[in-house]
């Protein structure tokens, strides 16, 4: 049964940072495309960033680009997302997602593999 299951979400206030790891299981992602995407409270679910498979490239949406960091471990089957600068729009439940293959995983229509998401609260 292939699994992703994330941990580092929290509590934080504005200007904090806090990192995000998700460790899959079941089968090797170490080819596929990993990333994470959020949800707010009557939001639809938005891109956040995303990597490919060996790390030769990273995808950032506008609204975190130059504050968050994506890296991937393929030795451990993780990906990670480091959050800086953080404000409290970022507020949000942040899913793990991967693909079962290269490609593009922008949109959620794309994704194969969920994680069952962590809260990230950030105080103002």
């Known amino acids: 049964q292939v699994q992703l299951v994330e941990s580092g979400g929290g509590l934080v206030q504005a200007g904090g940072s806090l990192r995000l790891s998700c460790a899959g299981s079941?089968?090797?992602?170490?080819?596929?495309?990993m990333g994470w995407f959020r949800q707010a409270p009557g939001k639809e679910r938005e891109f956040v960033a995303a990597?490919?498979?060996?790390?030769?490239?990273?995808y950032y949406g506008d609204s975190v680009k130059g504050r968050f960091t994506i890296s991937r471990d393929n030795a451990k089957n993780t990906v990670n997302l480091q959050m800086n600068s953080l404000k409290p729009e970022d507020t949000a439940v942040y899913y793990c997602?991967?693909?079962?293959?290269?490609?593009?995983?922008?949109?959620?229509?794309?994704?194969?593999?969920w994680g069952q998401g962590t809260q990230v609260t950030v105080s103002s």
């Open positions: 079941g089968r090797t992602f170490s080819s596929s495309t």
């Open positions: 997602a991967a693909r079962s293959r290269a490609g593009s995983i922008s949109y959620p229509s794309q994704v194969d593999y």
């Open positions: 990597i490919s498979g060996y790390g030769a490239s990273t």
